[in-house]
């Protein structure tokens, strides 16, 4: 279904990613520690949107409506109700409408939606944010909370940290049916770590991967998990990171990109939406990701546009076998030769359809609320020349982005067109 009014992204911006391995995150070794603390939720949230509205020149008093995404600011910092931190962010939000949207690593992607729904609906200028604080516990506590992505009672005892858990049974089953290894997730990880280090909000800007590293087990990539049955087939390279950090955009309508002085050509229009949901308690075919793909092809099919109309994508690489998996659903290749795409280059910064240019989930990091919001303004970022030294050569026509929650239980799609 069309959408009511056109709905047009014009800016954004992030905050750095940070975590363990960033040189500027306070931990007890730091030379700083004790001195300085990290960013808190409402710092994080506060800086995203201060830049934002810096970037577009909005005027905080003309936003109609605010839209946040977070997973679990309950568990890591004993926050909820953050649709009223977000109309915190700013003097000028108060008494605006605000909420915050919940969808495990979605969320960000449906705060995003939600936005574009509302101008839709009649608004004209609308801010879509998101957020995550996650470094603040354990791994094993935080592995806990992250765990309620999941169906809890039923697959929180495969391992002390369930999702890689659920993402090893997934490697374990691409490998019996049809051979994937180490040596092809290798290519994912030194992709995401390489893109990372030539982009300075990442938090992996200064921790490089070889091929050597990502594709062996040792002490410098353990397998880590407990179940004996899955460590085999996961290893640190392998993982997105625990990271802290925020994402904020603007989107208007036609009357909100004019009174901005903006033409379409100044802004990337949203073509195309998908959204799709599977059941939490049941389990699909764990070679593939059905509802990231169907999300797909419900974008696609809006904006009227097949993958080799694409020029750049963020997909959701919360793992390295999510990544190849998402080259399927795209309909990029067939899953069993996915990893060579990636080995050749065919999804590098400037290859035929560059994938995940700022290090994705394991290199740009994965605050998981602000991921989704994170996807559509980097392609944002790409199509408008603001990447960089990791801008890819070839001006994007179209993107499209890939935002998964959980186990593939929910997908949110966007299909981008640089304004013309």
Not at 161 to 187: M, S, V
């Amino acid at each position: 279904m069309a959408l009511a009014r056109r709905v047009f992204i014009v800016g954004g911006a992030h905050t750095p990613f940070i975590g363990k391995g960033h040189p500027d995150f306070i931990w007890k070794k730091h030379p700083d520690f004790g001195v300085r603390d990290n960013p808190t939720i409402h710092q994080l949230l506060k800086d995203a949107v201060g830049a934002a509205l810096a970037q577009t020149r909005v005027d905080p008093a003309s936003v109609d409506r605010l839209y946040v995404g977070n997973f679990v600011g309950e568990l890591f910092v004993r926050q909820g109700h953050l649709g009223s931190a977000l109309a915190g962010a700013h003097p000028a939000f108060a008494g605006k409408p605000a909420a915050r949207l919940e969808a495990a690593c979605a969320s960000g992607g449906l705060a995003v939606l939600a936005g574009i729904d509302a101008i839709a609906s009649g608004a004209d200028t609308v801010l879509a944010a998101g957020v995550e604080v996650q470094t603040n516990e354990s791994a094993r506590v935080g592995a806990d909370y992250l765990a309620r992505a999941a169906d809890y009672d039923r697959q929180r005892s495969i391992d002390e940290f369930t999702f890689p858990a659920l993402f090893a049974a997934r490697i374990k089953a691409c490998n019996q049916a049809w051979g994937l290894n180490d040596e092809d997730l290798a290519h994912f990880a030194v992709k995401a770590y390489g893109n990372a280090n030539r982009n300075p909000l990442a938090h992996m800007v200064k921790r490089t991967m070889s091929y050597e590293v990502a594709s062996t087990a040792g002490e410098n990539n353990p397998n880590f998990l407990a179940n004996e049955d899955l460590a085999p087939w996961l290893k640190i390279s392998d993982c997105s990171q625990v990271s802290d950090g925020a994402s904020a955009l603007l989107m208007v309508s036609e009357q909100g990109l004019a009174a901005l002085g903006l033409r379409p050509a100044d802004a990337v229009e949203v073509r195309g939406r998908g959204h799709a949901v599977a059941s939490l308690y049941e389990d699909g075919d764990p070679t593939s990701l059905p509802t990231v793909a169907m999300a797909m092809r419900q974008a696609k099919a809006e904006a009227g546009i097949d993958v080799d109309d694409i020029g750049v994508a963020e997909v959701h690489d919360c793992f390295t076998v999510a990544e190849l998996l998402s080259y399927e659903a795209i309909g990029l290749c067939s899953r069993r030769d996915a990893a060579r795409l990636c080995a050749e280059g065919i999804t590098a910064i400037n290859g035929q359809l560059p994938v995940n240019t700022g290090g994705g989930l394991i290199g740009f990091g994965h605050p998981v609320g602000a991921t989704g919001v994170k996807q559509v303004l980097e392609v944002y970022r790409q199509m408008k020349g603001l990447c960089g030294s990791y801008q890819v050569p070839t001006t994007p026509v179209w993107g499209l982005t890939a935002n998964m929650g959980g186990d593939d239980k929910t997908a949110v799609s966007l299909a981008l067109r640089n304004g013309d």
